[in-house]
């Protein structure tokens, strides 16, 4: 592969594991902040959907409500179509609305004298589209709480959207590996050694797609990185791919936005 | 057959290579499991039988034992307990039915009442329905009542009169406080699943009383061993008396039932031996000849030769004996009885024997009270003084050293239980006293009321005194405070009993281990007591003592020592010692004792040559050692009594022989026997073979090499024990035993720090404590207590590295900690000094989320009582209403105070209170009016639980209800948190994880410590944990970090780097890293790896203090302290010192003066007080008339100056109001300030 030629940032996919959630990709020809940018708006910008509000009506479980709402919160929501749904600080309403958000609801009682796990299978959605994520129709579900018999949890969570900038349940993503340079040619770090550099550290899983330099190589010093290995892991609401895309779309937006700017500026 | 020495010392020879098996290295194979499943079908299905953790079960077995032993007590499981013992000690008081002062009044044909206790029962805890009991009553009921746990207790008080027929009457004594899970206890044998039912937790050990809801235990003290001689070398007791040395041989003689009596021999410069010993607080002295001579018919000759032993050549020692003998011909007394009769006249008052006892009599009481109380026969107590003057004699003589009070080889543990009853058997006493005293009152006041023949008389005189001892058991349980006038033979008169703080569960669990050396000690300026002694090993831990000041005082069992607390069966051990050839003093008589010793005088030539040199023990060359054997004749002594003598050659042999029969179980030697063989010195401790059985003393297990078996070792014996640590310690032909682990010496919280060998000692300390600070889970049955805070992790997380003992005290239950991924690094400049930051996402996930539990208890009787209401009748209800319904509020309050209350006036559950929201209401009958308590708080809490309190039967009125709050505390900047190294640290800021920095695989650290926090305070442990952490994470098990596991040929480093490496990590630990910031990778690579954090129990929300304006103090106007009254922090002298040298006196002013207590006051120009200008009335009208709108000048004309008579010079200043307070405070002192304004 030829990176000189290429106009701008190019993006080499990798393999996409739908088990895993992951997406891996290269992103080359690119600066690093360009890199560093995307890496962190898939972390914290991309918008999802998560339980925001739970108005609770009974919860006699063991759990108490500050509790049970903050795991409620953190239950992953398929978020695919996120698009259709607006900011509630955008949306007209007052508090919350069909167009800013939807309402699940979890109604469990227990009668039976074993435990009863109340779980994510448990929540209603009155969106087809902003459900508990499940990785398998085997999937059980998310643990919310147990009951025990006579208990009874009753309530209603409104979900809203949100970026993980203000909350890490808004996160897309479980974890973004990112990495330049596997063989530190740029000598940005500094191998801590007690013999041996190569003994000592192991070469990673992207050590394989560049050259290792030779022991007799001179630095370039002048070399900059432009070439980074990202694995993106979705946490479910979507596919690892519409967090890409979406991320990147946000960087264009912002890049547009500023441009909007500059053209409203009279001169 | 005993085996001879040589053939035990060969076995231990042949055996302790292949005894040492594979305790210490071999471990490291094994790969530990988290065991999750397993647990939770634990927690669903508690066991019906035996406990879940049976070392957690053991660790209140001190104080349930010992208080198990106040009802039963013996080698079989007898009906008599220490309570028995102690009322058949207290023995008969006996009173006339005339007034004995009256000298004319004969006693011979007067009524003569006799009284004693007979039989004490104590009943289970039980509800009180009615007049009568019902169900058993639980711990649990009691904690969430508010309660105390107590029994019913009863006695027979039994008279005679003229000793006719005995008659008896059953007395109520009260109720006793009942030790949880004693036998006493509703819960004693209950299982696990029990506990639940009762609920308790399902690992619920007792060991402790429950007075008023409050849990509390007995501490452990340490006191001198008892029935043991000690000498001493005390400056102190030279102010004793004119000719008193600062020699001393000090014994402490314990009862039968635990009561002790403490009696010091002390050396008089003119040769005399005197007695000490305090009774009732007083201290009394009695030549030791008298006692000598009043114990046993003796003659000079005989006294000079038992003292001497037939060692005629030391003329240090004949002399001084017989200066003794000389100095005792004052007296004038002789005989036995004539000593006898001597003392008896002399504390006839002291022991306060009945008038119609002779002196005789008095003196024999004496002698079974007072003298070496731990023997019954006065030929034992004679041999057993002989035995001290010897000792004191060879102290003198430099021949042997002192003892140090101070080493756990003098001392023993005062249990719970033997207090308890101690304390109770003086309470017993004075009730006897009580009776006596109220029935001399009579004879003196009406003495036609007395009658001895009728049971209303006495009935009468029963009921007016007081006998509820389960009172007063109670208020020294809830205080503390032993009130007493005998002072029970201790040293401290408060601080008995703590609470036992269910923090966490670490905390928890200490407080059954810890052991003080007793408030006296930590007045004390030199530190020589709170010294870390060498025969403290596996007694006490090392490293769990807090630091500060109880340091060395507050110590902590080991894990592995347990405390006697039965009584062994001894019975055969002294026709055991003699078969083994220890002969008898009296059968061979002083000559022929003499003649055993091949060389008569040789032994004392020995020792007394080398008066001169250094008194230490020196080592000697095996000639002379064998010499010293053979020529030594030492006592042997079991528990305090001589049972005989032998060379010290046999009695080493004895020693060797019966320790292989104790470990191996043969002719009846208990396994808990002390067997005590000091070897003879030059200027070493006494010799002798001392053997210990009694109860109260610290004993720990090791490997007996020659058999294999676990033998019990004392910390008397210990010191002349040759125990290895480890396999590679073992000697042959001298180690004879090996530790069980070299974990073993430390306290169960020690041992939970991972890698402690790794760490620097003192962070291992500051671990033990900050352990005890952290956030955790305290208990299970949350719905059930009602503790006054309760601190609670939600997110609480098994460890990954966790060593051996964690599984086996099933910490897992209460789990004390969050896993973090740290890395050390210094990143944005937040993580300098000790601060860390925290990862953003990482707290919204839950990371170190507690919740505070705040208690509050509402009783309207008590508040009626204290607002003076007469009437039993409750007047106070709880409700938003008054009788039949009708409301006496405005309808627009009603509806503000049901948002938050509901009819019964109080807070619904779940609700949100703010500071200044409705708490509860109360309708007070008597002004027909419904109040509302307000809540009062820094932070807002939610209503939890609101629990109604009823009486016993559920009869009353609901007058009591206890309301928990919640309190939400999810982790905020300021919060302290620290790992199990002791490196502890406040959150500075929460990082998004964007910021944060990130390795290869997109792993954000949940914590960032700063690199400096380790060079100084080398925790390697925490290191090595967070290598083990990473590999345990990466290939999902848990790591074993018990401490002593890995040496230089096997390092720690090595172990994990393998496994970090197998998962395709960097050896080191280390991962190049990437800042959140700009995507670049750092300069260095980070180490990086998970650690277990505890979250502490300091908080800001507990902390922060602000003020602008507030309350001020009445007397100097200035701003008050505290900030629960809404104070200021003060700005003290070194902050002013400060800004003085900043030289920014604006500021100075400005907080000194303007926002402190500024104030404008009058001043006389003329005569430059202050305080002389004063309002005239008579002038006042006018000022006001002036229209000014200033207060001050518009009166000025209508102030005059005292002094000078005139409001010329009157003007206005701005001061201090404290200035102003200063010269009043002068003038009362007829000082005068005078101000020159210019």
């Known amino acids: 592969m030829n990176l000189g030629d290429a106009k701008g940032p190019q993006v080499t996919i990798r393999s996409i594991d739908h088990e895993r959630k992951q997406l891996s990709f290269i992103l080359w020809n690119c600066d690093l902040a360009v890199a560093n940018a995307l890496r962190r708006i898939m972390m914290a910008e991309v918008p999802t959907m998560a339980i925001d509000l739970v108005d609770i009506e009974q919860n006699s479980s063991v759990l108490v409500d500050e509790m049970l709402s903050h795991r409620l919160g953190l239950i992953p929501l398929t978020s695919t179509n996120i698009r259709d749904i607006t900011y509630t600080r955008d949306c007209n309403c007052a508090e919350y609305c069909q167009n800013c958000s939807v309402v699940l609801t979890l109604n469990v009682r227990c009668d039976s004298d074993t435990n009863r796990d109340v779980t994510a299978r448990d929540l209603i959605s009155t969106n087809p589209n902003v459900t508990p994520y499940f990785s398998s129709e085997e999937d059980a579900g998310v643990v919310i709480c147990k009951l025990r018999k006579g208990q009874e949890v009753r309530m209603r969570c409104i979900a809203k959207k949100g970026t993980s900038k203000e909350h890490a349940k808004w996160s897309p993503v479980a974890a973004v590996a990112f990495e330049y340079d596997p063989h530190n040619k740029l000598r940005h770090t500094t191998y801590w050694v007690e013999t041996d550099a190569l003994k000592e550290w192991p070469v990673g899983p992207n050590g394989a797609e560049e050259v290792a330099p030779g022991p007799d190589d001179p630095f370039d010093y002048k070399a900059k990185p432009e070439k980074f290995y990202f694995v993106v892991e979705g946490t479910g609401v979507m596919d690892p791919r519409d967090i890409v895309e979406k991320a990147l779309m946000l960087v264009h937006a912002k890049v547009v936005f500023v441009v909007q700017d500059l053209q409203k500026l009279k001169w | 057959m005993p085996p001879t020495p040589s053939t035990s010392k060969e076995k231990s020879k042949t055996k302790s290579a292949a005894a040492v098996t594979d305790t210490v290295t071999a471990a490291r194979t094994r790969i530990d499991h988290f065991n999750t499943l397993q647990r939770q079908v634990l927690a669903k299905n508690p066991s019906k039988g035996r406990p879940h953790h049976a070392r957690i079960a053991a660790l209140s077995a001190p104080h349930v034992d010992s208080f198990n032993s106040i009802f039963v007590h013996g080698p079989i499981a007898s009906a008599s307990g220490l309570l028995d013992a102690a009322i058949a000690d207290l023995g008969s008081r ?105 609920h308790e937790d399902s690992s619920e050990f007792g060991g402790y009383f429950i007075v008023n809801g409050i849990e509390r235990l007995i501490r452990l003290l340490i006191v001198p061993r008892r029935n043991h001689a000690i000498a001493l070398l005390r400056p102190s007791f030279m102010k004793r008396g004119p000719t008193y040395s600062h020699f001393g041989v000090s014994i402490r003689c314990v009862r039968g039932d635990m009561s002790s009596q403490s009696m010091t021999l002390h050396y008089l410069t003119d040769g005399a031996l005197q007695l000490r010993f305090s009774y009732k607080k007083s201290e009394y002295m009695v030549p030791v000849l008298l006692i000598l001579r009043a114990l046993q018919e003796t003659s000079d000759r005989d006294l000079f030769m038992r003292i001497t032993q037939g060692r005629t050549g030391n003329t240090f020692l004949t002399d001084r004996v017989e200066l003794l003998l000389r100095g005792f011909q004052g007296l004038a007394v002789h005989s036995r009885q004539e000593c006898r009769g001597y003392i008896g006249s002399k504390f006839h008052v002291m022991l306060d024997s009945p008038e119609d006892s002779t002196d005789l009599e008095v003196g024999e009481e004496f002698l079974k009270r007072i003298v070496l109380v731990h023997l019954e026969k006065d030929q034992e ?126 905390r928890y669990l200490s407080h059954f281990g810890s052991i003080h050396r007793g408030s006296f000690f930590a007045e004390l300026k030199t530190t020589t007591v709170r010294k870390l002694l060498p025969e403290a090993w596996g007694f006490l831990c090392p490293v769990h003592t807090p630091d500060g000041s109880p340091c060395g005082l507050l110590n902590h069992l080991s894990h592995t020592c347990r405390i006697v607390t039965a009584q062994l069966d001894v019975s055969g051990i002294p026709a055991l010692v003699a078969s083994l050839g220890v002969g008898q003093m009296r059968g061979l008589g002083p000559k022929a004792l003499a003649s055993e010793v091949q060389n008569g005088d040789a032994p004392t030539k020995v020792d007394s040559d080398d008066e001169d040199d250094e008194t230490d023990a020196v080592e000697l060359d095996p000639r002379e050692s064998k010499k010293l054997l053979q020529n030594n004749v030492v006592s042997v002594q079991l528990d305090g009594k001589c049972i005989g003598y032998a060379t010290a050659a046999t009695a080493k042999r004895v020693a060797d022989t019966l320790r292989y029969w104790k470990v191996s179980g043969e002719h009846g030697v208990p396994l808990d026997l002390e067997i005590g063989y000091v070897p003879p010195s030059k200027g070493g401790q006494y010799p002798g073979l001392f053997m210990f059985s009694t109860a109260a003393r610290m004993m720990r297990p090791v490997t007996y090499l020659p058999n294999n078996k676990t033998d019990m070792v004392g910390s008397f014996e210990q010191v002349y024990m040759d125990i290895a640590c480890v396999k590679e310690d073992v000697v042959a032909g001298i180690t004879t035993h090996i530790e069980l682990h070299p974990t073993s010496m430390l306290s169960v919280v020690a041992n939970l720090t991972p890698f402690s060998d790794f760490n620097q000692s003192p962070r291992n300390m500051y671990q033990c404590q900050m352990g005890k600070q952290a956030m955790g889970t305290p208990a299970h049955n949350f719905p059930h207590r009602t503790d006054n805070k309760l601190y609670r992790l939600q997110t609480g997380q098994s460890p990954i590295v966790r060593p051996n003992l964690y599984n086996e005290y099933g910490m897992d239950e209460y789990p004390n900690g969050m896993n973090a991924v740290v890395a050390v690094i210094a990143y944005t400049g937040y993580d300098m000094e000790d601060a860390s930051i925290l990862s953003k996402s990482a707290h919204e996930r839950g990371y170190g989320y507690g919740t505070v539990y705040k208690s509050e208890f509402i009783d309207l009787a008590e508040k009626q009582k204290r607002s003076g209401g007469t009437t039993t009748k409750p007047t106070l209800h709880f409700g938003l209403f008054g009788e039949n319904n009708v409301s006496y509020m405005s309808e627009e309050m009603k509806a503000k105070l049901e948002a938050f209350l509901d009819d019964d006036g109080l807070p619904r559950i779940g609700t949100l209170l703010n500071d200044g929201d409705p708490f509860y209401a109360v309708f007070d009958d008597v002004t027909q009016s419904v109040s509302v308590t307000k809540f009062k708080s820094f932070e807002s809490a939610y209503v939890d639980e609101v629990r109604l309190i009823g009486n016993d039967d559920g009869s009353s009125e609901l007058q009591k209800v206890h309301i928990k709050l919640r309190i939400p505390r999810p982790p905020v900047i300021g919060d302290k948190f620290s790992s199990r190294h002791g490196q502890k640290g406040v959150i500075s800021q929460k990082w998004p994880t964007i910021d944060m920095p990130f390795s290869e695989s997109g792993i954000t650290p949940d914590v960032i410590i700063n690199p400096h926090a380790f060079p100084s305070r080398m925790t390697i442990g925490m290191f090595v944990e967070s290598l083990a952490g990473k590999s345990g994470a990466l290939h999902g098990h848990s790591q074993d970090a018990t401490p002593f596991q890995f040496n230089e040929d096997h390092a720690a480093a090595d172990f994990f780097g393998d496994e970090l490496t197998a998962a395709g990590f960097n050896f080191h630990g280390n991962e190049p890293m990437y800042s959140g910031i700009t995507g670049q990778e750092f300069k260095a690579d980070i180490y990086i790896g998970v650690v277990y954090y505890q979250r502490l129990r300091h908080m800001v929300s507990d902390k922060y203090q602000v003020r602008t304006t507030g309350p001020i103090h009445n007397l100097t106007h200035q701003p008050i302290k505290g900030r629960k009254r809404f104070g200021g922090i003060r700005l003290g002298e070194m902050e002013r010192d400060s800004l003085l040298a900043h030289g920014v006196s604006f500021i100075l002013q400005d907080r000194l003066m303007n926002c402190s207590d500024y104030s404008q006051t009058h001043v006389c120009r003329l005569c430059g007080s202050i305080v002389s200008p004063i309002a005239i009335a008579s002038k006042l009208g006018s000022g006001l008339d002036s229209g000014s709108s200033d207060r001050l000048s518009e009166s000025r004309d209508a102030i005059e100056c005292l002094m000078c008579e005139t409001s010329k010079g009157i003007d206005v200043i701005a001061i201090p109001y404290v200035f102003r307070y200063l010269c009043a405070e002068l003038v009362a002192m007829n000082v005068k300030i005078k101000l020159d304004i210019a």
């Not at chain 2, 009457?169 to 036998?183: A, E, F, K």
């Not at chain 2, 080493?407 to 109770?424: C, K, R, T």
């Open chain 2, 94 to 198: 006996s009173v006339f039915a005339v007034n004995t002062n009256d000298q004319s009044a004969s006693l011979k044909n007067t009524p003569k009442i006799k009284f004693w206790f007979s039989s004490i029962t104590v009943a289970k805890p039980q509800i009180e329905v009615g007049r009568g009991l019902g169900n058993s009553l639980y711990p649990s009921e009691c904690r969430e009542r508010g309660i105390s746990y107590k029994g019913k207790m009863q006695a027979k008080l039994c008279w005679s009169v003229n000793n006719g027929p005995v008659q008896s009457d059953p007395r109520s004594l009260g109720h006793l406080p009942i030790m949880v899970r004693s036998s006493k206890c509703n819960i004693q044998d209950a299982s696990p699943r029990e506990l639940v039912k009762r």
């Open chain 2, 381 to 506: 107590k004679f041999d057993m003084l002989i035995f001290m003057i010897q000792k004191l004699y060879s102290l003198v003589a430099g021949e042997c050293a002192v003892d140090n009070p101070d080493s756990p080889q003098h001392q023993e543990v005062l249990l719970g239980g033997h207090l308890f009853a101690n304390y109770m058997k003086e309470k017993l006493g004075d009730i006897l006293d009580g009776i006596c005293t109220q029935i001399k009152t009579d004879v003196r006041r009406f003495p036609a009321t007395v009658d001895f023949q009728s049971k209303i008389y006495l009935s009468k005189v029963f009921s007016k005194v007081n006998c509820d001892i389960g009172k007063k058991m109670e208020y020294f349980l809830a205080t503390g405070n032993l009130v007493s006038n005998t002072g029970l033979d201790l040293q401290q008169v408060s601080g008995y009993t703590i609470v036992a703080e269910k923090l966490n569960f670490y």
